[in-house]
């Protein structure tokens, strides 16, 4: 069977996302996960773009052994320096430079011509073959670049030694059969195609990213970049979850990719807590309903044969339909069991702390589902923050004024305030900016369910800005004024020092 390199961009790409960036300790993390899910090459960061991208490069690649290790770059030579530096421990370690080559890009970002940007790819692909044999070109907006003057580009950075060439989908714009035509052209039209392998970058702006990336494979693309629950800038990316399960499904399909299937769900639920970015239920492979058949005619014909309408075991993509049903009475055995299954790894003081935490859960939520969990699992990180919730106390109701009284720890030190408000979340942050004298202004606030009954642990995202900069916070509770105080609390953290 034909091999499919899969290139995981969930560090980078994905990273990009409004909200959802990790430390350094949380990409190791990741990319621990991503080594074990079999991910081929893993896209560690853009190091000339901050200290602490580089870091988490440098971190990443000492911390993985067999996945190549892969830094972005513009097409400049102190980008690629950079990146050459900052991959100076991975054990196989790739430059992934480029520039864009559609008219848009060329007439209105570089105010440049055909002729110069040819140039400047060749320049940069020999400039990074200097550092490292493995070299990745991408051709930014090649979903909008003419096919002859992209075959003329890929022709010529094959030409001077890229072993990948990217042929992105930059802006989502692509029908499936636009990008399969692309892909085919390139293969037939490229002296030397064959020295090189071509790879799918596609976005999924027009909901056609799968599809677009599928296409491109079937016509000769035999490396994929996507991240793990599709996630990325805008719409997001190609879903990796996605690719390989088609590929498990469809066996006439004579490719094959490193994929344990089996690490799928936990690496996904492992992305989305940390990252605090919730899988949409109708999520293919990974979301709540996804293996859920809520019809009778659907039941009846699941309970007859499985196959009815399921094309996949849920056991396929790591998920157990046997799983240890986790109550007020359950175990920290069982509690670590099920975290474990999750992707996260957890002993002693952080265990005991998130099974206190688990207990009050049980007692106040009839079901505590996977999302339960990883909650617990990440307030236990956000205990470590500078400002904490000491207490909350809410009055309102028909005809009463609401009002919150509130206590904040403070590098230890305990701070009180009371307020009046429009409604009870209202009046918990007009006290809490009381104590926290800063000028705040709340831009966006969304509150999720995550299950369905009226115990349900309830989500909170919200923007807040402060001297013109826009931090994310997150918060889950049962009770939903103190969801939304401890995602307020989690923004403000990020710039009070």
């Known amino acids: 069977m034909d091999k499919l ?3 995981d961009t969930t560090l980078r790409d994905g990273e990009q996302v409004p909200g959802c960036q990790l430390n350094t300790v949380e990409k190791i993390q990741v990319a621990k996960a991503l080594e074990t899910l079999g991910v081929d090459i893993i896209e560690a960061g853009f190091p000339v773009s901050s200290p602490g991208d580089f870091n988490s490069v440098v971190e990443i690649s000492k911390a993985v052994t067999w996945p190549t290790i892969c830094a972005l770059t513009r097409g400049v030579q102190k980008d690629i320096d ?26 209105y970002k570089f105010n440049s011509n055909q002729e110069e940007i040819l140039e400047r790819a060749v320049a940069a692909v020999k400039y990074a073959k200097k550092y490292v044999e493995d070299i990745e070109f991408y051709c930014e907006d090649a979903g909008r670049t003419d096919n002859v003057y992209l075959a003329r580009v890929v022709e010529a950075v094959i030409k001077a030694g890229a072993t990948v060439v990217n042929i992105p989908d ?4 692509c029908l499936p059969s636009e990008y399969g035509e692309k892909i085919k052209f390139l293969m037939e039209n490229v002296k030397g195609v064959h020295n090189a392998i071509l790879s799918t970058h596609c976005h999924n702006d027009l909901g056609m990213a799968t599809a677009n990336t599928m296409s491109g494979v079937l016509n000769g693309a035999r490396q994929v970049e996507v991240t793990i629950n599709g996630i990325g800038e805008r719409a997001g990316n190609t879903s990796l979850e996605e690719v390989a399960m088609i590929l498990k499904c469809h066996k006439n399909i004579e490719i094959d990719t490193n994929i344990n299937t089996q690490k799928i769900y936990p690496i996904s639920r492992m992305v989305s807590s940390l990252m605090n970015m919730p899988v949409q239920p109708n999520k293919a492979i990974v979301g709540r309903n996804a293996f859920a058949h809520s019809s009778g005619i659907h039941q009846d014909g699941v309970l007859k044969n499985r196959q009815s309408y399921e094309i996949m075991d849920p056991t396929d993509v790591g998920i157990d339909t046997n799983s240890i049903v986790l109550t007020a009475r359950s175990g920290r055995a069982a509690l670590k069991h099920r975290l474990s299954i999750l992707g996260v790894t957890v002993e002693g003081p952080a265990l005991d702390k998130i099974y206190e935490e688990f207990l009050k859960l049980a007692d106040r939520k009839k079901d505590i589902i996977d999302d339960d969990i990883l909650m617990l699992a990440g307030k236990e990180r956000s205990d470590k923050q500078r400002i ?5 106390q809410v009055t309102s109701g028909v005809g009463v004024k609401p009002v919150a009284s509130i206590g904040l720890k403070i590098a230890g030190e305990k701070f009180e305030a009371a307020a009046s408000g429009n409604g ?9 900016k009381q104590i926290i004298k ?6 966006e606030f969304t509150i999720q369910s995550m299950n369905k009954g009226s115990d349900d642990m309830g989500k909170v995202h919200m923007q807040v800005e402060h001297e013109g900069i826009v931090y994310y916070g997150f918060g889950a509770n049962t009770d939903i004024v ?14 009070v020092k």
């Open 170 to 173: 930059t802006t989502g714009y």
């Open 482 to 495: 103190a969801a939304s105080v401890e995602a307020y609390i989690n923004a403000i953290n990020q710039f």
């Open 5 to 7: 390199f899969i290139f």
């Open 424 to 432: 009870p979340v209202d009046a918990a942050i007009k006290a809490l």
């Open 438 to 443: 800063r000028n705040m202004n709340l831009q």
């Open 388 to 392: 904490q919730l000491d207490f909350l």
């Open 82 to 107: 950079v990146a050459a530096e900052a991959l100076q421990y991975a054990k196989h370690k790739r430059i992934h430079t480029g520039i864009g080559t559609s008219e848009y890009h060329i007439k």
